[in-house]
Nanobody, 125 residues
Framework: QVQLVESGGGLVQAGGSLRLSCAASGRTFSSYTMGWFRQAPGKEREFVATISASGGTTDYARSVKGRFTISRDNTKNTVYLQMNSLKPEDTAAYYC??????????????????WGQGTQVTVSS
């Protein structure tokens, strides 16, 4: 069983930055592929970014590429999402997810086994 706890969300003005963290339980975090997804009210869950177990491979949604950076610290069992140049359309609940079977990242939420409870990000215009 893997438990994921997100933190770092909040209210920020457009153009600002936030860094989300996701702390994972388990002694084999370094073998998990991790992802960030988001969901705005009335919309479907949307892929944001993913990172391979080693951290050597990353992938981003087109809407965030160049503004967001996913990273991980396997010594701290934590994955991060640095969000810069935030826009009102980035407003959503952000969820981290873990896959214990994927070798590389995935944009499909169905490929992830465990999910956090989410952290709200609100960007004001």
């Amino acid at each position: 069983q893997v438990q994921l706890v997100e933190s770092g969300g909040g209210l920020v003005q457009a153009g600002g930055s936030l860094r989300l963290s996701c702390a994972a339980s388990g002694r084999t975090f370094s073998s998990y592929t991790m992802g960030w997804f988001r969901q705005a009210p009335g919309k479907e869950r949307e892929f944001v970014a993913t990172i391979s177990a080693s951290g050597g491979t990353t992938d981003y949604a087109r809407s965030v590429k160049g503004r967001f950076t996913i990273s991980r610290d396997n010594t701290k069992n934590t994955v991060y999402l640095q969000m810069n140049s935030l826009k009102p359309e980035d407003t959503a609940a952000y969820y981290c997810a873990a896959s214990t079977t994927l070798r590389y990242g995935s944009r499909r939420f169905q490929d992830y086994d465990y999910w956090g409870q989410g952290t709200q990000v609100t960007v004001s215009s």
